[in-house]
């Protein structure tokens, strides 16, 4: 501690510095806040010398580059320390919180995202110019050895920790067609590594960068993956392939990209990059017995099988392999089980439909405070279906309007239904009838539920004796 307090006098003329330590993250690399009149600067002990070095190596670069990282201002001779600018404390895994925790995400959460992985292909491409990759440790360049030692990392801390059965050779015929399609892209590019939300600052808005020291040269792919499928990012797929689309055009602006390409490639880099956070959950969990990464092996799990369901005939074994282990009956507290939402149309003249999952849950809507088609004779022999009373539902506004409130408060719902793993949820719509506004508002809000989750939706008109089903849709990368 005295080597942070000897630097921060040298650097700033102030002795006595009060000193804050600060949440350690996985690494062994221990922060402090120091602080001394209106001088504030965060003070890095970390084990590794080699380590230390490639952080401010790089951190120099990129900061010469113009690029959003925090300045390194001193560093101690035998590079067990050094100290940095201080970006305060707002991360962007916090700003991010409520969507999170709801898989709805607000606009502003959304724009701080979209602005976060835009930048993130500037800093790869224009990061990695000038660049001396010999700085970077363990490895300058992402190559065979650094994903056998990942692919390595899942089989030796995490596949063997379940004690399942499974047959070595065949696993590592699989793992060598992975790493060769790894490896197929070879570009003048940086790869961060670690590249996760709380690795990002948030300083007046802006995105900054920190916690790169692993990183070196590399394919891009990596990072996205790395991001969007962090395992307790939750995002919801349409906002995933949103910022896959922001990333692409990004990227653009560097060099020619095509999107159905980069889509392919990004499939291979999700599952690698999934098995690697889950070696490095065993290794932190179950070896150096920190709790924060057991929690999060169930996030990394639920993740895997979503990725698995796409199926990846260039590895049948390893998929073989994974399945059966995403299935022990260890891990069935993780399982996410099926949710279904049953949606129906009813008139409240003929009562408030019952609930046949015996929950008793959900919520019903009153349509009755919206322009009623039913009140002019051309609508009697048509429904909510047809394209006439569509028209004229649409064209009023009201009906927009009202659901679109709606929409939000179901989502949320939906979203906790899922992270808590229940099982049914009723939504219904009642009008004078049955006939006209609630079946029009049944049949969006199913359209809408099987379209943002691609759960299994069961829709029942119920006085016009009419049934549909919305099957359980794979999860997909665009």
Not at 32 to 53: A, C, H, K, P, T
Not at 258 to 281: M, N
Not at 299 to 328: H, Q, T
């Amino acid at each position: 501690m005295q080597q942070l307090v000897t630097l921060f006098k040298k650097q700033t003329g102030k002795s006595n510095p009060s000193i804050v330590p600060l949440p350690s993250s996985g690494s062994n690399r221990r922060y402090y806040r120091l602080m001394s009149d209106d001088v504030s600067l965060i003070g890095v002990y970390g084990q590794s010398q080699e380590e230390n070095f490639a952080f401010v190596e790089l951190a120099k670069h990129f900061y010469s580059r113009k690029l959003n990282v925090p300045k390194v201002v001193s560093t101690s001779k035998d590079m067990y320390y050094y100290l940095q600018e201080d970006l305060g404390d707002n991360v962007l895994f916090d700003a991010i919180k409520a969507g999170r925790n709801t898989g709805v995400f607000s606009h502003e959460e959304i724009e701080l995202l979209h602005k976060t992985i835009g930048m993130l292909a500037d800093f790869q491409v224009e990061g990695a110019k000038d660049l001396n990759f010999e700085v970077c440790y363990p490895q300058p360049e992402f190559n065979e050895r650094s994903v056998y030692w990942d692919l390595n990392y899942f089989k030796y801390n995490f596949l063997k920790t379940t004690g399942m059965e499974f047959q070595e050779d065949l696993l590592e015929n699989d793992f060598e067609q992975l790493t060769q399609k790894l490896l197929e892209d070879k570009t003048n590019t940086f790869l961060y590594r670690d590249f996760q939300s709380r690795n990002v600052m948030l300083v007046d808005g802006d995105p900054y960068f920190i916690d790169f020291q692993g990183g070196r040269k590399g394919p891009v792919y990596y990072d996205v993956a790395s991001f969007l499928w962090q395992a307790k990012a939750n995002f919801p797929e349409d906002l995933r392939n949103e910022l896959i689309g922001t990333y692409i055009t990004s990227l653009q602006k560097h060099y020619p990209v095509d999107k159905k390409e980069f889509i392919k490639q990004l499939r291979h880099f999700v599952l690698f990059r999934t098995l690697q956070v889950l070696g490095a959950y065993g290794f932190r969990g179950y070896f150096e017995k920190k709790p924060h990464f057991l929690q999060s092996i169930p996030f990394a799990l639920n993740n895997l099988r979503d990725i698995l369901e796409s199926g990846f005939p260039e590895y049948p074994y390893m998929c073989e392999v994974m399945k059966k282990m995403v299935n022990l009956q260890q891990f069935a507290d993780s399982r996410k089980d099926e949710l279904e939402v049953r949606v129906v149309s009813f008139a409240y003249k003929k009562g408030i439909p019952d609930d046949p999952s015996g929950n008793g849950g959900g919520y019903v809507f009153d349509c009755r405070a919206i322009n009623n088609p039913g009140k002019f004779e051309r609508f009697n022999n048509v429904t909510g279906l047809d394209e006439l009373v569509i028209d004229f539902l649409e064209e009023d506004g009201e009906m927009g309007v009202y659901l679109e409130s709606i929409y939000k408060l179901v989502d949320s719902h939906v979203k906790r239904y899922m992270d808590r793993n229940f099982t049914n949820l009723m939504v219904a719509f009642g009008c004078t009838g049955g006939q006209h506004r609630s079946v029009y508002a049944a049949q969006r809000m199913a359209e809408h539920i099987s379209k943002k989750f691609g759960i299994k939706v069961s829709l029942i008109h119920r006085e016009q004796n009419l049934e549909q089903e919305f099957r359980k849709k794979r999860s997909q990368i665009l």
